[in-house]
């Protein structure tokens, strides 16, 4: 020890410390986190949410944006399809679906004459408004949620 009493002298080792003579032992590292998007096709939890936001973009169209149902999954789908596999594959489903519920309202309207138009419009948006939930879902639990009805324009 040192004869200056000016300086502390440094607190005693408790007897079940190492020694500095003693070898270090190996501590395992922590584990990788998990990527993104694994080789096996799965999706990590990113993906799946944004693949349900693919989905539920599509109630922008309930908001009065002009050609929101299409625009809204178009939106998620363009900006993220390159990042996540999964946001690809449902961005492209929901807007499918979202142009086959256009074309099928296009085509009820003219029916309204013969007043089959205005049940097969209240039909197609309950249907829409129900089938959009079921996909969110299902998206964000990693499922691929195929739409019935849906025409593949993408593929």
């Not at 410390?17 to 799965?42: E, L």
């Not at 178009?74 to 679906?97: C, H, P, R, S, T």
């Not at 309207?109 to 089959?116: A, S, T």
């Not at 829409?128 to 879902?137: E, H, L, R, S």
């Amino acid at each position: 020890m040192s004869d200056d009493p000016s300086q502390p002298e440094p607190p005693a080792l408790p007897e079940s410390a190492p020694s500095q003579d003693a070898p270090v032992q190996d501590v395992p590292a922590a584990p990788p986190a998990p990527p993104t998007q694994s080789p096996a096709g799965t999706t990590g939890t990113d993906g799946r949410n944004w693949a349900a936001v693919a989905h539920l973009s599509a109630f922008l169209g309930y908001a009065s944006v002009p050609l929101g149902f299409v625009l809204g999954p178009l939106i998620v789908w363009a900006a993220l399809k390159d990042k996540y596999a999964f946001v690809n594959d449902q961005g492209k489903e929901a807007l499918n679906f979202q142009l086959s519920m256009l074309i099928y309202t296009l085509a009820a309207i003219p029916l309204i004459c013969l007043c089959v138009g205005i049940l097969l419009l209240v039909l197609l948006h309950v249907a829409n408004f129900v089938f959009i939930i079921v996909a969110a879902v299902r998206a964000a639990n990693g499922e691929h949620y195929r739409y019935p009805l849906a025409i593949r324009f993408l593929k």
